[in-house]
């Protein structure tokens, strides 16, 4: 069975500093997907980053940069410089790549709370 | 609006009602996901539809839960004599099938927040 986890509730970043919010994934699956989400108060959920199982480099984008660790089978969301704007939850999300759609699993979240 | 539009945003039901959600996905895409979203969880899978066919109702928790979408566009997620435990906001998410943009990222609209009193 295919499953996220996240085990930090909640995290706090000083403005400016760069945080890491942990993921893990359990799948058998040998081609897969991994996507962060940020999801702010309004609801939505914001598509952040994506990780490819047999990308050979780690995704960024912009300020998010994503520590993928196969053989850890670990995907952590790396933010730097943090801005008060980031604090919001944050979700790790994994597809798998066979049977022909795209069904996102998600992990439970992580509160990220930016100090001034 | 070019993103994924999801009515109403906020619906209060008395226990034993039927309720229906309505999503309006972004303009071309084929695919349209529904998940729920407990308080404090991440959002679970419920139904997928490629086109105007259900693909995977497996996350339905029930058959109180219902969806349709008979044009291939908007869907409509239907509840039958609504319980407590239904209380959560209810996602809605699309994306194209095909396309440069091939990571499978999902679209989400925000939202329809159900509370069944």
């Known amino acids: 069975a295919q499953k996220i986890t996240q085990t930090q509730p909640g995290m706090f970043v000083q403005e400016k500093e760069a945080v890491t919010l942990d993921c893990t994934y359990d799948t058998s699956d040998p081609s897969y997907g991994l996507f962060w989400y940020k999801q702010p108060s309004s609801g939505e959920m914001i598509f952040l980053i994506y990780q490819g199982s047999y990308d050979q480099q780690n995704a960024t984008e912009g300020r998010y940069s994503l520590n993928f660790q196969k053989a850890r089978k670990s995907a952590n969301l790396v933010i730097s410089a943090s801005q008060l704007g980031d604090s919001a939850m944050y979700f790790c999300a994994m597809r798998r790549s066979s049977g022909g759609y795209n069904k996102l699993i998600f992990g439970a979240g992580t509160r990220l709370a930016v100090h001034p | 609006g070019a993103g994924v539009s999801q009515t109403p945003s906020n619906k209060v039901t008395e226990k034993g009602k039927y309720v229906e959600l309505r999503c309006d996905p972004i303009s071309g895409h084929t695919a349209l996901y529904w998940y729920r979203q407990s308080l404090g969880q991440g959002p679970e899978f419920l139904i997928y539809f490629q086109g105007t066919g259900a693909a995977d109702d497996s996350g339905l928790p029930n058959d109180r839960f219902f969806a349709v979408r008979p044009e291939g566009s908007v869907s409509t997620l239907k509840i039958q004599r609504t319980e407590r435990g239904d209380s959560a906001v209810y996602l809605c998410?699309?994306?194209?099938?095909?396309?440069?943009?091939?990571?499978?990222?999902?679209?989400f609209g925000e939202g329809s927040r159900l509370t069944v009193l």
């Open positions: 998410a699309s994306r194209p099938t095909s396309g440069t943009l091939n990571t499978g990222e999902l679209f």
